[in-house]
């Protein structure tokens, strides 16, 4: 071998893949510790060489902390695939090896640094490695001095399931040679891309919802901690440059403190001077608001933390051109370090007011909420136990005082229950995070909005619940859960109500053991016992094994908190009796759920993990491509969550899907989805819709001719904004007899809508109308911005539209149900159009 060409290749090489060597992300002037394993030594890599994967951060993260007394690694919980979320602890020995103590000490200062929430945004995940080498390595003064009454929180890899998903996709696509082509498979990613989790969850919404066991995990550490500062790294489209907050001015959360907004403006002066001085450009006033508390940037802002967002121009295949010059991994990484290290500095500069800002915080916030007439909040979940233990969760998770009611209360017209209501006071330390899950303004100072302007406690989950301006009696003992469940050799049957607990999974639970389960289509009263509609009924055979029947009741009991009722009749007192014909069998079901480009990842994520974790139901996912391939008469539900389908499925997939409907399918389509059904399975609707087409086009003919109106360019943001419905929380009327509503309770619900896709409007001469279970109220604005446009758009518009097809059904949504996996209160409808599609009658002429 002639190794002078080889030893030539590989200096090439090396070259073409644009790493570089670890002087170049390292002050000048500044000496290390040649005895602390630097990320190269160990990775066998130039940092910006290939993107690194999660096992090998903590990997190195490991080595770190085994070798350094003034490092610690804090393992926190496991991803949904089984990754390790940790975080590196780095401060002064003597603080290491009395960590817990220094958690609540308020003279030390904590400083969170976040990396790579998004999968796919890897410089942050990159950069952690450097971040932590550099604290211990570094002879700085700023920083040793610093560790001493500083301790660093490292989060290297917030989402370890999309960096891996990402990583694996990138490094098998790029070429030893350096393509910086953006059309190069190494720069476009395949769906659902590594941006979200293994459930396809954008995790930087999360932080409030807590939907996600990432989330869940990391709030713990979160409150344990109470940092002073956190940062959160990310990467935005390849052309920008690079931004950290403040953030647009008049977009912050009205909660979010002028102090605060002072603090991070001051932090923002380091990033300026550390990015001035490598020559980066950047900004920081605009795009990004800071206004939905569910953000890793905006969440802190509401617990006296300093919360900042950091995002930096992406080189996914490691070196990108863009039509603002070229762009590459080994930068980005460069300047994640840089803005971690100006915020380790800055936060010295500024330590005593940072420590005095935390240490005010909650005083001062209880000191504001005492001027409001409003004392607090009682909250009640309909569905009894289950729900109440639910809304328990979720306020100890975020460290939100609240009682049990001590008595029935009576509060405008709702009776909430003795030790089944919860009351919230705004007297506590998290007063402000309270304030705004419980927050209705519909008017806010600027209209734009970076991700939704709603996201109330009540109305997302369906609670009945009131503000109230003195606090009722309440008591803190946790109410015992005593279902009143008999069991009893005499009886033919077992019922089992769909409004308690967690029905769905039981029933799915119940399917698995017994063949035959029946569903009833309305209310009866057998034995005494008032059973709403949707109740599932388990017949009991003469020759029933008692002992496995009672093993499986009590199953259902513990695991799902069921109330279920024996019956030993037909007979109704009230009602329909057992043998009605609306008391039918349910079906198995197995649903196709369609995935793959075009879809909406998020919404998709939300429905797979709502069946799997919740209903545990299994759904095949398929790709949209694959369709063409697939017996449809397999299954009996397919779901369309919202997507381009005119794009990506032909004509000929459209008859196949209609002609499966008729044949006894129910299709289930969601939002575009919807549309898509409306046009091409629905001629009858489509005709209308060209008549009423039609019709305006005559009316526009006969009308005065306008005058365009020239309007100031300076306006078209806000004018823009106008059109956008970027997450509202709208009124909605729902029929409560109707199988797509049962277990849901409140005739007026609350629905998050968010995008531009919208079911058709009731023809205006229809007399009568049964299709329609959920829509919009008159008066539509409930929480959020919705603005006169959207407001006109929306008023009386159907959110639920079921239909009979053939022997099958076409189940419409004009929202999402089960928004992030968070709107409990409207999850219910796409629940019940799997297993409750049956019930649905022909009412369409």
């Known amino acids: 071998m002639n190794y002078k060409y080889l030893g030539l290749f590989l200096l090439l090489a090396t070259g073409l893949a644009a790493a570089k060597p670890l002087e170049f992300y390292l002050p000048e002037g500044e000496m290390f510790d040649a005895t602390i394993p630097s990320p190269p030594a160990v990775l066998g890599q130039q940092l910006g060489d290939r993107h690194l994967r999660h096992d090998q951060i903590i990997s190195y993260l490991s080595v770190l902390a085994a070798s350094r007394p003034e490092a610690r690694l804090i393992d926190y919980g496991l991803t949904n695939e089984g990754r390790r979320l940790v975080l590196l602890a780095i401060s002064a020995a003597d603080n290491i090896q009395n960590l817990d103590a220094v958690k609540s000490d308020p003279n030390i200062l904590k400083l969170w640094a976040g990396f790579s929430v998004?999968?796919?945004?890897?410089?942050?995940?990159?950069?952690?490695?450097?971040?932590?080498?550099?604290?211990?390595?570094?002879?700085?003064?700023?920083?040793?001095?610093?560790?001493?009454?500083?301790?660093?929180?490292?989060?290297?890899?917030?989402?370890?399931?999309?960096?891996?998903?990402?990583?694996?996709?990138?490094?098998?696509?790029?070429?030893?040679?350096?393509?910086?082509?953006?059309?190069?498979l190494s720069h476009v990613e395949v769906w659902p891309s590594g941006r979200t989790n293994h459930y396809w969850f954008d995790l930087n919404r999360d932080w409030l919802l807590l939907t996600q066991t990432e989330s869940k995990s990391r709030i713990d550490q979160f409150h344990e901690w109470q940092p002073h500062v956190l940062t959160d790294h990310h990467e935005m489209g390849s052309a920008a440059s690079?931004?950290?907050?403040?953030?647009?001015?008049?977009?912050?959360?009205?909660?979010?403190?002028?102090?605060?907004?002072?603090?991070?403006?001051?932090?923002?002066?380091?990033?300026?001077?550390?990015?001035?001085?490598?020559?980066?450009?950047?900004?920081?006033?605009?795009?990004?608001?800071?206004?939905?508390?569910?953000?890793?940037?905006?969440?802190?802002?509401?617990?006296?933390?300093?919360?900042?967002?950091?995002?930096?121009?992406?080189?996914?295949?490691?070196?990108?051109?863009?039509?603002?010059?070229?762009?590459?991994?080994?930068?980005?990484?460069?300047?994640?370090?840089?803005?971690?290290?100006?915020?380790?500095?800055?936060?010295?500069?500024?330590?005593?007011?940072?420590?005095?800002?935390?240490?005010?915080?909650?005083?001062?916030?209880?000191?504001?909420?005492?001027?409001?007439?409003?004392?607090?909040?009682?909250?009640?979940?309909?569905?009894?136990?289950?729900?109440?233990?639910?809304?328990?969760?979720?306020?100890?998770?975020?460290?939100i005082e609240h009682r049990f009611?001590?008595?029935?209360?009576?509060?405008?017209?709702?009776?909430?229950?003795?030790?089944?209501?919860?009351?919230?006071?705004?007297?506590?330390?998290?007063?402000?995070?309270?304030q705004s899950l419980f927050n209705t303004d519909t008017s806010f100072q600027d209209n734009t909005f970076y991700d939704v302007s709603a996201w109330h406690l009540g109305m997302a989950w369906g609670l009945h619940w009131s503000a109230v301006k003195s606090a009722p009696a309440t008591h803190d003992d946790i109410p015992a859960f005593k279902p009143n469940n008999a069991y009893q050799n005499q009886a033919i049957a077992y019922a089992f109500d769909w409004h308690s607990g967690n029905a769905p999974a039981a029933l799915r639970y119940l399917a698995e053991q017994h063949e035959s389960v029946f569903i009833s289509g309305k209310d009866m009263t057998i034995n005494g016992r008032q059973l709403p509609a949707g109740s599932f009924v388990l017949p009991v055979p003469k020759d029933t094994n008692q002992d496995e029947l009672f093993a499986t009741l009590s199953t259902i009991t513990d695991a799902f908190g069921v109330q279920w009722y024996p019956l030993t009749t037909s007979l109704a007192e009230a009602g329909i009796d057992l043998g009605s014909p609306?008391?039918?069998?349910?079906?198995?079901?197995?649903?196709?759920?369609?995935?793959?480009?075009?879809?909406?990842?998020?919404q998709a994520g939300s429905l797979w993990h709502l069946f799997d974790t919740q209903v545990y139901l299994p759904l095949t996912k398929v790709r949209l491509s694959h369709l063409p391939t697939v017996k449809l008469s397999d299954y009996t539900h397919i779901i369309m969550p919202d997507g381009n389908y005119a794009k990506h499925l032909s004509d000929e997939q459209a008859q196949a899907l209609a002609a499966w409907v008729k044949q006894g399918g129910h299709l289930v389509a969601l939002q575009r989805g919807a549309v898509w059904v409306e046009k091409h399975l629905q001629a009858d609707s489509e005709e209308t819709a060209k008549d009423k087409k039609t019709g305006e086009q005559s009316s526009e003919q006969s009308a005065e001719p306008k005058t365009p109106q020239r309007l100031s360019y300076a306006d078209y943001d806000q004018q823009a904004?106008?059109?956008?419905?970027?997450?509202?929380?709208?009124?909605?009327?729902?029929?409560?007899?109707?199988?797509?509503?049962?277990?849901?309770?409140?005739?007026?619900?609350?629905?998050?809508?968010?995008?531009?896709?919208?079911?058709?409007?009731?023809?205006?001469?229809?007399?009568?109308?049964?299709?329609?279970?959920?829509?919009?109220?008159?008066?539509?604005?409930?929480?959020?911005?919705?603005?006169?446009?959207?407001?006109?758009?929306?008023?009386?518009?159907?959110?639920?539209?079921?239909?009979?097809?053939?022997?099958?059904?076409?189940?419409?949504?004009?929202?999402?149900?089960?928004?992030?996996?968070?709107?409990?209160?409207?999850?219910?409808?796409?629940?019940?159009?799997?297993?409750?599609?049956?019930?649905?009658?022909?009412?369409?002429?």
């Open 118 to 184: 998004h999968g796919n945004e890897s410089s942050g995940a990159n950069a952690s490695v450097l971040f932590a080498w550099y604290l211990l390595a570094t002879n700085n003064p700023t920083i040793k001095n610093g560790l001493q009454d500083t301790v660093v929180l490292i989060d290297p890899v917030i989402n370890p399931d999309g960096l891996s998903r990402f990583t694996t996709y990138v490094n098998n696509q790029r070429s030893l040679s350096t393509v910086s082509d953006p059309n190069d």
């Open 242 to 399: 690079f931004f950290f907050q403040p953030g647009v001015p008049s977009r912050k959360n009205p909660l979010i403190t002028e102090q605060n907004v002072a603090l991070t403006s001051q932090l923002a002066q380091f990033h300026a001077d550390a990015l001035d001085q490598a020559g980066q450009f950047y900004y920081s006033k605009e795009s990004f608001d800071d206004f939905y508390p569910g953000k890793g940037s905006t969440y802190p802002d509401l617990q006296g933390s300093i919360g900042i967002l950091f995002e930096q121009a992406r080189a996914m295949g490691g070196v990108i051109d863009t039509h603002n010059g070229q762009r590459s991994l080994a930068v980005g990484i460069h300047n994640q370090f840089l803005t971690a290290v100006s915020t380790f500095k800055g936060a010295q500069q500024h330590k005593q007011a940072l420590l005095a800002y935390k240490r005010n915080f909650f005083d001062q916030a209880k000191q504001q909420a005492a001027k409001l007439s409003t004392k607090g909040y009682v909250v009640e979940a309909p569905n009894g136990h289950h729900g109440t233990q639910k809304v328990h969760w979720f306020l100890n998770k975020h460290r």
């Open 405 to 434: 009611l001590s008595s029935n209360k009576d509060i405008e017209g709702h009776v909430y229950r003795q030790d089944s209501a919860i009351y919230i006071p705004l007297n506590q330390d998290q007063t402000t995070l309270v």
């Open 582 to 602: 609306n008391v039918r069998l349910l079906p198995s079901p197995k649903v196709m759920m369609l995935v793959g480009q075009g879809i909406d990842a998020y």
């Open 721 to 845: 904004a106008e059109k956008i419905l970027g997450g509202a929380i709208v009124s909605a009327q729902a029929d409560l007899s109707h199988p797509l509503a049962f277990g849901t309770h409140l005739a007026t619900q609350h629905v998050l809508m968010k995008g531009s896709s919208l079911l058709q409007a009731i023809d205006p001469a229809s007399e009568a109308y049964f299709h329609v279970p959920l829509q919009v109220t008159e008066t539509v604005r409930a929480a959020g911005y919705v603005s006169d446009h959207w407001q006109e758009k929306l008023q009386n518009r159907p959110l639920v539209v079921a239909e009979r097809s053939g022997q099958g059904t076409l189940i419409k949504f004009g929202f999402n149900p089960n928004f992030r996996a968070f709107w409990y209160g409207t999850q219910r409808w796409i629940i019940n159009a799997i297993f409750h599609a049956e019930l649905i009658k022909k009412t369409q002429q």
